[in-house]
């Protein structure tokens, strides 16, 4: 099995900053990609940023400069440091990671974030 922590939702003003982190646990044999994705109220799942284990990373357009994706491999834990939040960045969001040994997805329970005007 595999257990994903996530941490560092909350309620933060327009023009804040949250930083979310992810720490996966249990039987971690070869982790390839981690990210996250958000889903607001009514709408799909969608995603964030991720980053591979070599550090090359991917973001939504939206997120883009104001977002930022790290992990610390030894750990197996990636951070979400989110800046000059908007109020449509209100969402759930979540720790996502996929391992090659044996080929596997999984999903963290999710963290609230809600950004106010």
């Known amino acids: 099995q595999v257990q994903l922590v996530e941490s560092g939702g909350g309620l933060v003003q327009a023009g804040g900053s949250l930083r979310l982190s992810c720490a996966a646990s249990?039987?971690?044999?070869?982790?390839?990609?981690m990210g996250w994705y958000r889903q607001a109220p009514g709408q799909q799942r969608e995603l964030v940023a991720t980053i591979t284990t070599g550090g090359s990373t991917n973001y939504a357009e939206q997120v883009k400069g104001r977002f930022t994706i790290s992990r610390d491999n030894p750990k197996n834990t990636v951070y979400l440091q989110m800046n000059s939040l908007k109020p449509e960045d209100t969402a759930v969001y979540y720790c996502n990671i996929y391992m090659l040994l044996p080929p596997s997805n999984y999903w963290g329970q999710g963290t609230q974030v809600t950004v106010s005007s």
């Open positions: 249990g039987n971690i044999f070869k982790i390839n990609t």
